[in-house]
């Protein structure tokens, strides 16, 4: 197992070096001049060029692409933000944390919303439960974050006066914000969930366990969800990827300052490190949530951890 | 010899777009502790709904299953529960009616703790293990997945995970049919020495014939939902009297290449289970049928004593 994590482990490498090249040749194309915009508008030619030669955005692109790649090997360097001069794993850093609460709690809620909902309405398809978490969960796709965000704000702060509406500051500040972008991810866990486990219900094994004389509750949790889990566990990893990535408008309607939004600033800044050393960070995020995916797969279903079971054993099953 | 289990005008019906689809249509048999009825029929005629229908994987439409002469036909929820521990099934597909996410002494473990009947988990072993040694799944196995064994030991995975609660009466649906040849035997030996030690009573379900000659001490011919012919296995092979059983017989092959026989062949299509006719159902497959087949349902008849026949013009 450690063997197979090493390896997996060995593989982003070039994954990361693919996405760090993509960002840089994209930001290449990205029209506008940052040393024009660092050096501020009312800059003389003088100004916008020393800027220039001092960020080292004179130098042939493929110079100023083997440097940078060269400042992540040797110094763990992913650049400096123009815009503050703080290096961008730091800032990255400062915010990860924040957006890491955010996705963790909304990912609790979406699971522990979506998946009961999801079995309840594979356990009783085609009644009304199925038809109430359906219809809950197309509610749930269909509602955009910003506007779910505002009318959340509207009515536990505004009218309610429950929860706070803005910042990120404790607890009672991450409700609102995880509940917002937990609500979409809760319809597709539910969805989810609902699909994986009608598969399941209709295997023979099944029906094996009941003819076993097990009860309902235990033939649907511990026969069928075990075996429905892997779809489930894919898209909660998934959702959790992409949420590390920002929740950017919910971000946005609550004023947090994750990274999400740290990077749309940084697109309408031209603030190039920024840029591709926070997608650089977030690809390899994501990688390590699929790493993880990945393991978990092989506790969930052991043929698949007999793939990384030692010859011994294989050996004395076959024999 | 005491009956056990007595089937009395049972039927399944299912309600399907098109209409009502009779699966199992007035079907009365019964069983003597202890031994085989085995039932024989081509695939859809209603055999395995008939199975799972006997132990309550389905509930019956109409009719009514007795054991030991009490009537288990509605049974409430709780009552199936410690039925269940007396009436087992052993599934057709080894490969599918495994929880893949359970190792072998799991899936044979599992009816045992769920009746209570292990105190601690040395006795959950040692019971497993007993088992586990009664079908033949050597020791070593207790912690293998079924993924990681062949389809025979599958097979005995599922007959262990039935006897290890020592039922009395065992629905075995198709169990050897999705192995090889070679392990059939061995499978289908292993089931009858069982009986043998045990008294088990089984309902062996089958579409192969040679099969159920092997094992069978009475065999019903099922066709379309209806019992065509009842008869003690013996009987049956020398004098069947339905053009059904017929066919079905000349179908068994007879391995030398130089007996050339007559093939009673069928023709024509099956009819629609879905809202059947009146009339005999195999009217239209069948090379003697009159208008009388058409018009008329036959009843189960005994012609010579415990060999019954629903047909109007007996082979006889």
Redesign the interface.
Known sequence: MSKYILKRLLQLIPVLIGVITIVFILNQLMPGDPARMLAGEGATEEAVERVRVEMGLDKPVIVQYINYLAGIVTRGDLGTSYKTGVPVLTEVLERLPTTMILAGISTLISVGIGVPLGIAAATWQNTLVDYAASGLSFIGVSMPNFWQGLMNILVFSVYLNWLPSSGFYGPRYWILPALTVGTSCMATITRTTRSSMLEVIRQDYIRTARAKGQTEYQTIVRHALGNALIPIVTIVGLEFGSLLGGAVLTESVFAIPGIGKYMVDAITNRNYPVIMGGVAILAFIFSICNLVIDVLYAYIDPRMKSQYSTKKRKAEVTE | MSTLLEVKNLKKYFKVPAGTLHAVDDVSFQIETGTTMGVVGESGCGKSTLGRTL?H?LPPTEGQILLDGKSITNVKKRQL?TL??NM??I?Q?PF??????M?VSQAIG??LQ??GLVKNKQELDRRVRETMDTVGLAA??AD??P???DGGRRQRI?IA??LV?QPRFIVCDEPVSALDVSIQAQILNLMQDLQRENGYTYLFITHDLSVVRHISDEICVMYLGKVVEHSPAKELFQHCCHPYTKALLSAIPIPNIDVKRERFLLKGEITSPIDPKPGCRFAARCSYATEACRQESPELRELSPNHFCACHHPLM
């Open positions: 132990i994987l529960h269940r521990k087992q099934m599934f597909d599918s009616s495994l929880n893949p996410r190792s599992e009816p769920i009746y070593r196995l293998s997945y993924h990681e064994l599922g995970r039935a609660l």
